[in-house]
């Protein structure tokens, strides 16, 4: 029962992420359609992991010595754990009493590897173009009729290009 479909390697990506977190005691027939779409995608997403790499070993230098220094500055909790910065999910907060040292050494990082960092800026751009293209997929149609109601809408959402048109069941 497979078919072609052609999205965007952006969706390729998130129904990847939506069929990974498909785990459960699931019909047969769904099983077996979510391990397959699973084996269409892996050399896609093989791919795009591998095109979202960089390629700019000064730029890896660059990030290592960030990475070090912001280690040494950030703020810690009462555990000694680096503490989150509130204003910037997913990003560490520099300790009050480092953060003059902080930004003086980013400063001068950044003047040192400028270059490193517009080479990384240009793969990042040509990346996130690369991400728009469409590619020509084949997956294994599932019967919408056989997704359980405890799967969330946004993993619904997700897989919904994959899902049998009316007339093909």
Not at 32 to 49: G, L, P, T
Not at 72 to 82: F, I, M, Q, R, T
Request: hydrophobic share 35%; charged share 35%; proline share 4%.
């Amino acid at each position: 029962m497979a078919e072609k479909i052609t999205i965007s390697r952006t969706k390729v990506v998130g129904i990847s992420n939506a069929l990974n977190k498909m785990i459960g005691s699931y019909e047969p027939k769904l099983k077996y359609a979510i391990k397959k779409n699973k084996d269409f995608f892996a050399s896609e997403i093989a791919a795009i992991a591998e095109a979202q790499e960089t390629n700019v070993e000064k730029y890896k230098e660059f990030d290592e010595k960030r990475v070090t220094k912001l280690k040494e500055c950030v703020a810690v909790d009462d555990k000694g754990k680096p503490v989150e910065d509130p204003t910037s999910p997913g990003s560490l907060l520099v300790a009050s009493t480092k953060r003059e040292e902080w930004e003086t050494f980013f400063k001068d990082l950044k003047t040192e590897y400028a270059d490193a960092i517009k080479e990384r800026e240009a793969e990042i751009k040509k990346h996130n173009e690369f991400m728009k293209e469409e590619v020509e997929m084949s997956v294994h149609k599932i019967d919408g009729g056989l997704i359980p109601t405890e799967v969330s809408q946004l993993i619904y959402e997700a897989i919904f290009p994959l899902f049998m048109e009316a007339n093909d069941e």
